[in-house]
Nanobody, 115 residues
Framework: QVHLVESGGGLVQPGGSLRLSCAAS????????MTWYRQAPGKERELVAA????????NYPDSVKGRFTISRDNAKNTAYLQMNSLKPEDTAVYYC????????WGQGTQVTVSL
């Protein structure tokens, strides 16, 4: 079955960086888009990054464009989210998802940006 496991979250000061990883198994990773979402307390889950199956196409909302970079290593069945210049408003649980509309999500990893 499909498994997605995020890691790399933690507490970081404003302006700092984190790299999240999403290890995938149970499907042919290289044939699917992968996405990262986040959900802050009291807010809806929102898309923060997407990458095509080959890694040649990426998409970001304006809120993270220029600060976040999504990438993937199809040989390792892993997607990444590099987050730089982090702000307190980036605090959320971050989830990876297979594609844009599947029911396959990871369990999430907490990112807290605070002094």
């Amino acid at each position: 079955q499909v498994h997605l496991v995020e890691s790399g979250g933690g507490l970081v000061q404003p302006g700092g960086s984190l790299r999240l990883s999403c290890a995938a198994s149970g499907f042919t990773f290289s044939t699917y888009y992968m996405t990262w979402y986040r959900q802050a307390p009291g807010k809806e889950r929102e898309l923060v990054a997407a990458i095509s199956n080959t890694g040649t196409i990426t998409n970001y909302p304006d809120s993270v464009k220029g600060r976040f970079t999504i990438s993937r290593d199809n040989a390792k069945n892993t997607a990444y989210l590099q987050m730089n210049s982090l702000k307190p408003e980036d605090t959320a649980v971050y989830y990876c998802r297979r594609g844009y509309s599947s029911n396959y999500w990871g369990q999430g990893t907490q990112v807290t940006v605070s002094l």
